[in-house]
């Protein structure tokens, strides 16, 4: 399984982002996880939204809901993250993430999931 994040970058406070993750390895008919977490200098690593190549169903952390949309194109094996209005605090280094598991154990369990990107900077200016 492998992982390429892209889309980062540099963009003012209420602008958008979107990241892409381009997956291999595997299949979006698994039942597969695709993870975003974010991890800024500091602070503990949070998951911030999942979706489930299966069946496409999401989750989003509280901090990002209403912001950020994840969404999927089978015929590319790639998931996005598209996040509107962003704010200095959504700064961060990006990781997509996958595994066969769930999104509920997926973002709260980050320890359990094997596959990870390099990461995509992000950061938001006031």
């Known amino acids: 399984v492998q992982l390429v994040e892209s889309g980062g970058g540099l963009v003012q406070a209420g602008g958008s982002l979107r990241l892409s993750c381009a997956t291999s390895?595997?299949?979006?008919?698994?039942?597969?996880?695709i993870s975003w977490f974010r991890q800024a200098p500091g602070k503990e690593r949070e998951g911030v939204s999942c979706?489930?190549?299966?069946?496409?169903?999401?989750y989003y952390a509280d901090s990002v809901k209403g912001r950020f949309t994840i969404s999927s194109d089978r015929a590319k094996n790639t998931v996005y993250l598209l996040m509107d209005n962003l704010k200095p605090e959504d700064t961060a280094v990006y990781y997509c993430?996958?595994?066969?598991?769930?999104?509920?154990?997926?973002?709260?369990?980050?320890?359990?999931?094997?596959?990870w990107g390099q990461g995509t900077q992000v950061l938001v200016s006031s």
């Open positions: 993430v996958a595994d066969v598991i769930e999104c509920y154990y997926a973002l709260r369990y980050p320890e359990r999931l094997d596959y």
């Open positions: 390895g595997f299949t979006f008919d698994d039942d597969f996880a």
């Open positions: 979706i489930m190549t299966n069946d496409d169903s999401t």
